[in-house]
């Protein structure tokens, strides 16, 4: 069973950076796909980006597709999301969450595939 841990939200202006940080904790880290998950007031859960166990396999939302990186470091047992050129859409509680499954982008976007979930933390960025 792994634990995981959300981190680095907060305030932004509209063209601006932030990265999230996911630590995890638990036997066989590597063995995970990590996705990042956002849910807005009022809006359902969305799939933003997930990154394969080990062989650096990754998937990205349209709406973030060159603005947002997702990278993992399975020796710190760390997965990252920098999300850089910041817009008011982004605005949302971000969310970590691990899948047992082998990659494909279907199941690595699937947030019914994912056993595992961080507590969420909140990005707000203003116009």
């Known amino acids: 069973q792994l634990q995981l841990v959300g981190s680095g939200g907060g305030l932004a202006q509209a063209g601006g950076s932030l990265r999230l940080s996911c630590a995890a904790s638990g036997p066989a880290f590597a063995n995970y796909i990590i996705g990042w998950f956002r849910q807005a007031p009022g809006k359902g859960r969305e799939s933003v980006a997930a990154?394969?166990?080990?062989?650096?396999?990754?998937y990205y939302a349209d709406s973030v597709k060159g603005r947002f990186t997702i990278s993992r470091d399975n020796a710190k047992t760390m997965v990252y999301l920098q999300m850089n050129s910041l817009v008011p859409e982004d605005t949302a509680v971000y969310y970590c969450?691990?899948?047992?499954?082998?990659?494909?982008?279907?199941?690595?976007?699937?947030?019914?595939?994912?056993?595992?979930w961080g507590q969420g933390t909140q990005v707000t960025v203003s116009s």
């Open positions: 990154i394969s166990g080990t062989d650096d396999y990754t």
């Open positions: 969450a691990a899948n047992p499954n082998a990659w494909t982008v279907g199941r690595a976007k699937d947030a019914s595939r994912y056993f595992y």
